[in-house]
């Protein structure tokens, strides 16, 4: 009954450096989505991946970037962190023909 | 394109009272329809949504919202506010495009209970 799973919860970066967000769910679904939250902005979508092996950018692509190599997992790499991505970041994932999407807990990073 | 407009950041009630979160879309084909709310440090949970059919629709927790599609628009409102209704409420709207469904967010409205 896992859902859609993102690790790690929290993380502190300093400038340049790197890391990835992990994100997996156990439902079979063919969508999966990264969101970044920011206070009083929603969410804006950072990319999006139809399948396996499809990925494509949503509005604010710059400085990550994504890979779809099965179903279940969507990692969001960060090459060089930036103080503009302290943000909370969430994965979601939702199935062809249903546009409900299930939401994972989040991650909270901060880049100083 | 679709976009969603929230009116709103802060709504504040006192508990018992009415709860009414406005939210507005545009949309260039028939859309559905989600409100999601999201606890403190939690993720966002989806509180009830509009597809198809009737369009007055009830979700989790007594709240239900209404698809109007003359005014563009698919407030959620609760008759009664209870104090742990106090949250982050989401609306959305997501649209067929190639086949795929895009989710679009509101920037959200902070729901306050007072006692």
């Known amino acids: 009954n896992a859902g859609v799973t993102q690790t790690p919860k929290f993380r502190i970066l300093k400038i340049g450096q790197s890391m990835t967000l992990q994100c997996t769910q156990d439902m079979n679904h063919n969508y999966m989505y990264w969101y970044r939250q920011d206070p009083g902005m929603g969410l804006k979508l950072i990319y999006y991946s139809v399948g396996a092996g499809i990925t494509d950018k949503g509005e604010v692509p710059n400085g990550y970037n994504v890979s779809r190599s099965t179903t279940e997992d969507f990692p969001l790499r960060l090459e060089l962190a930036a103080p503009s991505q302290t943000s909370v970041y969430f994965c979601?994932?939702?199935?062809?023909?249903?546009?409900?999407?299930?939401f994972g807990q989040g991650t909270r990073l901060t880049v100083v | 394109a679709q976009s969603v407009t929230q009116l709103g950041s802060h709504v504040s009630v006192s508990e018992g009272a009415l709860v009414l979160l406005r939210c507005n879309y545009s949309?260039?084909?028939?859309?559905?329809l989600f409100w999601y709310v999201q606890y403190p440090n939690q993720g966002l949970q989806l509180l009830l949504k509009y597809t198809t059919g009737a369009t007055l629709v009830k979700g989790i927790n007594g709240f239900e919202a209404e698809f109007k599609k003359s005014e563009t628009s698919f407030h959620l409102t609760k008759p009664s506010a209870h104090m742990s209704d106090a949250a982050e409420y989401f609306c959305a709207v997501s649209e067929r495009s190639g086949g795929s469904y895009i989710p679009t967010f509101g920037r959200g409205t902070s729901l306050i209970v007072h006692p």
């Open positions: 979601a994932s939702s199935y062809q023909g249903n546009p409900e999407a299930f």
């Open positions: 949309s260039s084909v028939p859309p559905y």
